[in-house]
Structures are given as C-alpha cells and as structure tokens.
C-alpha cells in the first residue's frame, strides 16, 4: 500500500499543509470514465489542469504525495510564464511577495566582466524576471484549481498504465489500497523519473552532463539588489563558476559547482557546506548572521524525449524534457508546453478538433525544446568547460572581458523565451502579411501594449482577451466586415469559441453584435505595436499565438484559418461536437 512521507515539510518561510487521502467514488465500486486525468500536482501539471479548465474540459489530478514540494527548487520565472499565469487567473497571486528583476552580472576575479539586461518596456504587465519559490507557486496553483473546482486526488499513486486507441487505464495505490481508473486522455506530469515514461517503455534521448552542482538557500540578511550574480574563479572555489541569487522571504541561493573528486556524501558535509557560504559572504564583504534553509545536489542535463504525444498519453514538462537550471528552462518551458498543449486537447475532448492536433503539440514543443538543449549546451559549457581546451577558451574569454567590450557577449547568459510557431502546420501565412511593418508576426507569441502610460489606471490589451480563439479587428464598426461576420458566425454554430475584439481608434461607437469586447485604443498604441491601420485583422490561437493575420483591405478568411489551426475538415460532423462543461 502506498503512504506517502506525512511529516510536513520545513521552512522558515512557508507552511506546508498535508491534503488527506479522500476515498474517491470508484472505491466504492462506482465506475467513471475520466475525460482526461493529469498525473503530477506539480508546477506543470497544475498548470495543465488549470488551462484544460480554461478551455472547456474538465481534468482531475493524481499526486503520489500528501504536499507541495520541498528543497531548492526553481525560483525564477519569465514574463511568459508570467502572461500564461494570468491567462489561468493565476498571475496576481504568484505576484503576492516576489522579487522582480531585469539585470544579471558576472564577475572575474573581483571585475564585472558582463552585465545583462533582460529588455523590458513600458507596454510589459511583468517584470522580464519574477522570483519566487516553488512551493509557494504550486500552492498558488492549487488554490486557483480549489476556486475552479479541479479535484486533486492526494497521496495517490500511478502503479500500472495500459493504454490503446480508445483510452487509458490506471492502477492506483493509495494508503487505503488500490483502485482502477479509465480515462479518455492522459497528461503525464510526473516529473524527471516520471513513471508514466517508464511504464510506457520510453528513454530520454540526449546527454547527461558529468558536472554536478550545490544549491544552498540559506537566509541573510543581505540588502543588494534582486538579480542573478555570476562569480568566476572566486578564490574559494579557483577555477569554477559559482553562482548567488536574491529569493524573497530574506532567503539567497548560492549554487556552485562540485569539484570531481569531492564525493556526493563530502559534497554535502554540513561542515564543508557552511564553509562555503561563509567563504563566499567573506569574499563579497559581507559580515553578516546567516542560517541554512535547503540543500540540493544536482546534475545538469539536455534530456528529451523524441514525441511528446504517444497516442492518448502526452508528456509534458520534467516528464518530457529535463533541460539545465541554467537560463531558468524547467517550469518555464514546462509552462509553455502546457499551454501549448491544453486548448489543442480540451478542443479534441470537446470534439471540434481532430486528434491530429496532437502531433502538432509534439512538433511545436519538441522545436523548443531542442533549441533550448542548444542553448543551454553552450550555457553549461561555459559554466562548466567540459575539458581542458574549453576551459582554456572559457578563461581567455574572460580574461579579456576585463578590459575588452569585443568578448563580452560570448558571456551572455541566454534565458528561456518564448518560442515562435512559424514554421508549425498550424499558422497561416497570408500574402498580405509583407504589407505588415510591425507587429507579431504568425506563429509568434501576442505582445502586449499599454493602452495609456500615463493613465492611473493603465489598461492593457490582454485585458480584453478571454478562452477560445481571439479575433482582433482593428478600427470600427466598418471594420468587421460582412464575410468576416459570416465565419464567425460559422464557427460559432460549431460550437467553436470565437471571440471578437474590436480595436477601436475612432469616435463611431457603434458596436456590431458580433463583437465580444471593444478596446479603445484613444492613442493607438495598440495599433502602432501590431503594425495595424483601420481594417487590419488578428487571429489569435487560444494560447494567444498569432495564428493569421490580414492588413487593411485584404480579404479575411477567419474561419480557414481557425480550421487549420484546429485541424479541422470543415465538414467535420456536428455530431461530434459537445458542449463545454466549464469554460471559466
Ligand atoms: C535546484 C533546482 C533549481 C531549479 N531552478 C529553476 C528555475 O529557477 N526556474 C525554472 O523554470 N526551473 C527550475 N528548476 C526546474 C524545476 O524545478 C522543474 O523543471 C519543475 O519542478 C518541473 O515541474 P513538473 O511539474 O514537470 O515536475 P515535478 O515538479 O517534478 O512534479 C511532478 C509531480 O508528479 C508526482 N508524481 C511522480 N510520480 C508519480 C506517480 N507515479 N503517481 C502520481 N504522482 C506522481 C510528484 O510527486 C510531483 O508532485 C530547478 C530545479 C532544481 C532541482
């Protein structure tokens, strides 16, 4: 019988709760059959379930444990995750107590040889970086699934998988015995040593890297700025990288690499522990009381595995990919996975998307993920030379840096950003679209804007956006053209969830009734930042790429483009469809 550790977690900052195993209806011989069930409470698979909500579909969640997770896990997130965090309501909560930061340095032996700036603008709602702990944005996640209705099934355990084309089903252990489970769909979330991946006879492909770090949380009460800090060759640790970041709650991480022939036993001495941070505190001059908080050792990898979808189960996050620390690539790449995936699922469960979306998942994210295994490699190799002729480059590289702008860059730390599906088999690329100067371009993630800067309250133009595709019409009524209003109309009879916005730079405030919401755009802000004039026309995806767009004067085809992007006949049988079960 499965029992998980009950013992709660400590911190100094956080109170961990233990969620009771509740005996769920099929223990009591009632037979269900699950729409989808996420596997995995943490970061991704709460965002999973939260964004299948979103989109219509209505998910449960199996956890193996009785809480949130502890140790030093991740703690800086990206404007992304931020804008998808909003998207599932989330976003104001996560805010709650974080640290925002823009700038990370790297110093040489006492030189700050590089410093990066995350870009940022007045039109951004988030910061580029957003710190806080994990555990408090699981729980975050949780609160938000409580609020949506999500049911998590606690101390719940995934012991046997078999899946075929018509479903999947689960054993499950529990401290109360075992039970079984179907489902129509399975979202595997169960992080790196995922036992989804290994009851489906799956590998990672990749490589592992041989270097393995030390992460300390310790609390100080240390003033400097928010910010990632990179010391090379500092005199207690000569030779390798070490890196310090301000988390909230008055916690700071140090994380540094494990010389080779120290032990993962002596690596974790107490001893030799404090002497680290005491050492490092002394050489940044600061003389100050400190206290341990967490211990990890970690390796880093570029892990992934060759598809995401695997007929009814998809990978997603840890389960799927396992990519460096470095540059912030877990929860969010992981994030984005989960938005890419849940409207593509919630629409084929809702019945207006055929299941060949799915490789589209596998396709969009596997491109991200492999250009995220690139960059990380060159990140990681210049933490950790993998041999002597690149420690010798790394070394030059920084030796110039001191005193020479031309080398600099080669020490850019890269972060996770958002991907572009341009290429994907979901975008459409309209002729009209080299008459566009500005703006997203298809496949590209929406940008947000700021309708008044000055304004006390500002307004942006997420604000007006909602679940389901977006139709973004810029101009007025005039705008919404006949054949534009007919393929909304179209899609709508399908059950399709469509929402019109008018972007209005006008004074005519007539309102078509097809429009959904309007946004005055009184400085056409808006209209500059998408490179839009009176008639210019957006679609957005429901993870708000940009799926189509049309300038002024050319011909829309909205519901061609919706089609395509849900891989759709447009023939495809009303007697499919479904109706949503809790679009929020
Ligand atoms: C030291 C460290 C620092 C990091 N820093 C960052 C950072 O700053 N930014 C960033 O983006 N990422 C960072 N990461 C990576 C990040 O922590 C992971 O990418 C993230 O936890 C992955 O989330 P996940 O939901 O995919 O998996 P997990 O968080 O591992 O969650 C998987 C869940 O599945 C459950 N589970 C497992 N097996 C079963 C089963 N058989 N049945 C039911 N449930 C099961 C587990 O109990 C767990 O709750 C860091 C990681 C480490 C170790």
């Known amino acids: 019988m499965h029992q998980p550790d009950l013992t709660p977690q400590r911190s100094s900052y956080f109170s961990y709760q233990i969620h009771p195993f509740v005996s769920p209806p099929e223990m009591r011989g009632e037979r269900n059959q699950h729409p989808v069930v996420v596997v995995g409470a943490g970061p991704n698979g709460l965002l999973v379930a939260l964004d299948l909500a979103r989109n219509g579909a209505r998910p449960i969640v199996i956890e193996a444990e009785a809480q949130v997770c502890g140790g030093s896990r991740a703690v800086a997130f990206t404007r992304r995750t931020l804008e998808i965090f909003e998207q599932v309501g989330a976003s104001d909560a996560l805010l709650k107590g974080a640290l925002l930061w823009e700038k990370g340095r790297s110093f040489y032996r006492g030189h700050m040889v590089h410093e990066l700036q995350v870009p940022g603008s007045v039109d951004d709602r988030f910061a580029p970086m957003t710190n806080q702990p994990q555990n408090v944005m699981e729980k975050v996640l949780l609160d938000q699934a409580e609020r949506m209705g ?5 101390q719940t355990k995934v012991v046997e998988l078999a899946s075929d084309a018509s479903g999947v089903r ?3 252990d529990t401290p109360e015995g075992e039970y079984d489970l179907s489902c129509d769909w399975l979202v595997a979330c169960d992080g790196a040593r995922s036992a989804i991946r290994r009851l489906q006879n799956l ?3 990749g490589r592992s890297y041989t270097g393995r770090f030390a992460i300390i949380d310790f609390r100080v009460p240390l003033g400097a700025p928010t910010g990632r800090r990179c010391y090379f060759d500092p005199p207690w640790l000569p030779g390798y990288a070490v890196l310090l970041h301000k988390a909230p709650y008055g916690i700071w991480r140090l994380d540094y690499q494990v010389p080779d022939d120290v032990s993962d036993e002596e690596a974790l001495e107490p ?3 404090r002497s680290h941070v005491q050492a490092h505190l002394d050489y940044i001059g600061a003389d100050l009381p400190w206290e341990i908080e967490w211990v990890t050792l970690y390796k880093p990898n570029t892990l992934s595995l060759a598809r995401y979808n695997h007929g009814r189960v998809l990978y997603c996050g840890d389960a799927a990919h396992l990519l460096p620390v470095f540059g912030v690539r877990g929860v969010n790449t992981g994030v984005q996975d989960g938005n890419n995936l849940s409207w593509k699922l919630a629409s084929v ?7 060949a979306i799915l490789d589209s998942y596998t396709d969009e994210r596997l491109a991200d993920a492999k250009q995220i295994c690139f960059e990380a490699a060159r990140s990681t190799r210049m933490m950790t030379p993998p041999s002597r002729g690149f420690r010798i480059l790394r070394d030059a590289v920084l030796q110039l840096s001191v005193h020479h702008d031309f080398t600099r860059p080669l020490l850019h730390w890269r ?4 991907i572009d599906y341009a290429d994907s088999a979901l975008t459409t690329v309209d002729p009209s679209e080299a008459k566009f100067e500005a703006g997203p371009r298809p496949g590209a993630p929406a940008r947000n804007v700021c309708i008044n800067p000055d304004a006390p309250s500002r307004g942006w133009l997420f604000d007006a956006f909602g679940p389901g595709f977006q139709v973004l019409v810029f101009g007025d009524a005039q705008s919404v053209t006949p054949a534009l209003a007919d393929d909304l109309k179209a899609l709508r009879a399908d059950n399709i969830p469509v929402r019109l916005i008018l972007i209005r730079r006008s004074e005519d405030t007539r309102v078509p009734a097809s429009v959904d919401a309007v946004m005055d755009d009184p400085l056409g802000r808006v209209h500059a ?16 790429h940009v799926a189509a767009r049309w300038c002024a004067g050319a011909p ?3 519901a061609q483009v919706v089609n395509k992007a849900l891989c759709r006949a447009a023939s495809q049988a009303k007697a499919q469809r479904q109706p949503a079960e809790a679009v929020v």
């Open 170 to 172: 689960l054993r499950l």
């Open 556 to 558: 829309t085809r909205v």
């Open 415 to 418: 972060t996770s950003k958002p």
């Open 150 to 154: 999500i049911e998590v099934r606690w």
């Open 349 to 355: 469960i809702r019945g207006f998307a055929s299941p």
């Open 271 to 273: 001893a030799r522990l």
């Open 529 to 544: 930042a998408w490179g839009a004039t009176q008639g210019a026309v957006y679609v957005l995806r429901p993870d708000q």
């Open 203 to 205: 590998r990672f492909e």
